[in-house]
């Protein structure tokens, strides 16, 4: 079973920046679409952005596109989340998650973001 490790998230004031890391173990990485998603409290997790094996493509939710950033360096394993002019309602545990067979089934143990207002 493929390892995901999410690091990168801390606490920010609204309109800063951070950004995450998700290494992986899997040794065919460049093969996988990755994405992050994110949870925050009393809600159900939800879809940030997805990035393609090769990084050529690549989509996002609606409320960070222009934003947020996904990117993957696949001679790392390593896939990040640029995230700029955060805002306290991006307040969550934001996990990343490998898709196989049409679905996101693997995933990190998560990292919090906290925005400030």
């Known amino acids: 079973q493929v390892q995901l490790v999410e690091s990168g998230g801390g606490l920010v004031q609204a309109g800063g920046s951070l950004r995450l890391s998700c290494a992986s173990s899997?040794?065919?990485?460049?093969?996988?679409?990755m994405a992050w998603f994110r949870q925050a409290p009393g809600k159900e997790r939800e879809f940030v952005a997805s990035?393609?094996?090769?990084?050529?493509?690549?989509d996002y939710a609606e409320s960070v596109k222009g934003r947020f950033t996904i990117s993957r360096d696949n001679a790392k394993n390593t896939v990040y989340l640029q995230m700029n002019s955060l805002k306290p309602e991006d307040t969550a545990v934001y996990y990343c998650?490998?898709?196989?067979?049409?679905?996101?089934?693997?995933w990190g143990q998560g990292t919090q973001v906290t925005v400030s207002s």
């Open positions: 998650s490998r898709k196989s067979r049409s679905e996101y089934t693997d």
């Open positions: 899997e040794r065919f990485f460049y093969l996988y679409y």
């Open positions: 990035i393609s094996g090769s990084g050529g493509s690549s």
